[in-house]
Structure formats: C-alpha cells, structure tokens
C-alpha cells in the first residue's frame, strides 16, 4: 500500500512538472529564445522589424517611430552588429523592478508598465561582446518571441 502511494505521488509530481513546462510563455522558452537569437543575429532589416515591437526600448531610449526602428536595424546590420556566440544564461519573467536594469527614468519605468507583454521576459544573454539583456513577449509567425528591447553590453562575457 505504502508503496502504490509512493509511486502515485512520484506520478502526480511527473504530471505537474510536465504541464508547468509546457505552459511557460514563448517569451520565457529558452530555445524559442536561442531561436529568435539566431533570426536576430541573420535575418533581414525586414524580418527584423517584424520581429520588434513598438515602440522599442534600446538602452533606455524608446524608440517609438517605424522609420526610426527600421534605422536602428538597418545600421546595426551595416557595421556588422550581432549577438556573436550567444548563451541565455537567465530567463524568466518581466518583474515589477526590471525596468531599473535599463535605466531609472520614468520614462523607462512607463514603458515597461504600459508597453510589455503579459507574458514578457528577460533574457541575460552572454556573448562575446558582453552581456545584454533583453526582453521578449507575444509571438511572432513562427513561433518565436518578440523582442521588445535589449540593452548594450553590460561588461565582459
């Protein structure tokens, strides 16, 4: 007897465990991230933007014109701008005090109140260039994560 509870309690476990994985948002899926990661890094200026939400936070300024997106995108791909050997070191949920990680404005403060997703996330990503951090949300044709906005590099990988 003491034994079939066991086994019912180890299954049970099993069961919750599985639904819990399953029902993390896209933009807290750590190889839907990779994924997007990798689109970010080859994609075109076009996919690119429709990738990104706006308006679009970088480094703490918001990015709010399509023209000015498209801008970001377009130059970044010019000087040969990637996030070169990505690793999602954390990922998890947007929190109440993530918008302090891009900047103490109220106006970083008001994007992230108004502008995230429900389902938003943070991903820190090393790479060789340091580590940026960047927040995802919604769902893209493809089933990837959006990218809302990421910051420049924090210091050495």
């Known amino acids: ?11 049970a476990l099993l069961a919750v465990l ?4 399953q029902t993390a948002p896209v933009a807290q899926r750590e190889r839907r991230v990779d ?8 994609a075109p200026v076009d996919r690119l933007m429709e990738l990104s939400a706006r308006p ?6 918001i990015i709010v014109l399509e023209s000015d ?9 010019e000087v040969g701008f990637t996030f070169d050997a990505p690793t999602v070191r954390e990922l998890g949920p947007v929190t109440d005090n993530t918008w302090r990680r891009f900047g ?8 992230f109140e108004k502008y995230t997703a429900e ?19 919604d769902r ?8 809302f906005g990421f910051t420049g590099p924090q210091g050495g990988s």
Not at 1 to 11: D, E, F, G, P, T
Not at 56 to 61: A, I
Not at 70 to 76: A, G
């Open 1 to 11: 007897m003491k034994r079939s509870l066991h086994v019912l309690a180890a299954a």
């Open 35 to 42: 994924r997007l990661l990798m689109e970010l890094n080859r």
């Open 56 to 61: 679009f936070l970088l480094d703490g300024e």
């Open 140 to 147: 893209v044709p493809g089933h990837l994560p959006r990218i």
């Open 18 to 21: 599985a639904v819990s994985c």
């Open 104 to 111: 103490e404005t109220m106006d970083v403060r008001v994007w």
């Open 119 to 137: 389902d938003a996330g943070l991903a820190e990503v090393g790479t060789s260039h340091g580590t940026f951090l960047i927040v995802t949300g």
């Open 69 to 77: 997106l498209e801008m970001m995108w377009t130059n970044l791909r």
